[in-house]
């Protein structure tokens, strides 16, 4: 009898061990699939960052998309909750039924990495995703921006800036305005402003990196002649051997009409959400 006991209990630890390596299994496929997801999340911000046209057009195709992949990330999350919680289960049956200290090494010491290190990955997501932008309001550096100051009645005031520098610690642009105004008094003057008050013009040389703003689009353009942007309307495509856009001007009212005006395409931006002018 005691003989048969004590067989019973070393099949129970062998059951034991063998569902505690099937849960690890498990676990570490759980991972497998949280990084295919957040690699898809990354590669659509990072879309989202190079070609911010792209949500203009499409955004709520991206949305859905985004919020079913974060649904996605947290159903993988809770499963992996309930995995860990069930392997803790077993690992504590084991220890109890008086498992040898060389299995006990063997089998918890790589679960347990795995948790720690799913545990981080929505940290290191997000680090790197914020790293990246960093990265690319750094790069601005001696470049002519759109920037957003509010006026003395709260409203937008666009203008052509110069980025001086960028402070990756308060995440902050100080930009110079060249050409603050006409009359004597004016100075250049400088301004520390929010990342979400600058917005990157296309670049000037290569017309195919540009937003390709339809017929009927509003947009935020530079008036002709001026540093000031206003909201626009596309009269027309964007003419290709030019690569200007044609575009009637909010309040640019002249014998009853809007006149069309040509503005090239490193003058014209996306216009922003609320914006107010």
Known sequence: MS??????????????????LEKAKELDQLKKDQDDVVAEINKIHKKILQSPEMVDKSVDAILLKLRGLYTRAKDLS????????????????????????????KIVGEPKKKRIKSDTDTARFSA??????LDQAANLKGEQVAARVKSDDEKDEWFVVKVIHFDKETKEYEVLDEEPGDDEESTQKKYKLPMSCIIPFPKKGDPSSAPDFGQGRQVLAVYPGTTALYRATVASHRKRKSDDYILEFDDDEEDGSLPQRAVPFYRVVALPEGHRQ
């Open 3 to 20: 003989s048969s006991a004590g067989g019973g209990g070393a099949g129970g630890g062998g059951t034991d061990i063998a569902s505690l």
């Open 78 to 105: 809770e499963s992996e909750i309930s995995a860990s919680t069930t392997l803790i289960g077993l690992l504590d049956g084991l220890l109890q039924s008086g498992a040898s200290t060389a299995q006990r090494k």
């Open 128 to 133: 790197a995703s914020m790293r990246n932008q």
